[in-house]
């Protein structure tokens, strides 16, 4: 077996949060390697008293997150869902919708 670490990805910029750029706590939202290399795509999740369906990407090379505008029907904002990514696209199955 191979040894792994783990180390906690800091942001560089210390007005990323100010900016918006840096996604709001959540959880079981989902998570891809991106077609460009070195970077992770998320996707949706919840918070206490919603869901998500914003699509960001974290650069490992440069540690900074990246807010993507859409286009086409968006899915509904949901958590607990699965994703998976064939090329330059992402793929968003199931999950759970909040309700208001």
């Known amino acids: 077996t191979k040894a792994a670490t783990w180390e906690q990805l800091m942001q560089h ?35 206490p008293g919603r869901c998500f369906n914003d699509v960001y990407s ?3 090379k440069t540690r900074q997150w990246l807010v993507h505008e859409t286009t086409g029907d968006r899915p509904l904002p949901r958590s607990g869902h699965a994703v998976c990514r064939q090329g330059n696209h992402m793929f968003v199955f199931g999950g759970n919708t909040c309700r208001e």
């Not at 007005?15 to 077609?35: F, K, N, Q, Y």
């Open 13 to 47: 910029s210390p007005h990323a949060a100010e900016e918006g750029s840096v996604p709001e706590g959540r959880w079981a939202h989902s998570a891809v390697t991106a077609h460009e290399p070195g970077q992770v795509v998320i996707f949706g999740g919840s918070a």
């Open 58 to 60: 974290f650069s490992l």
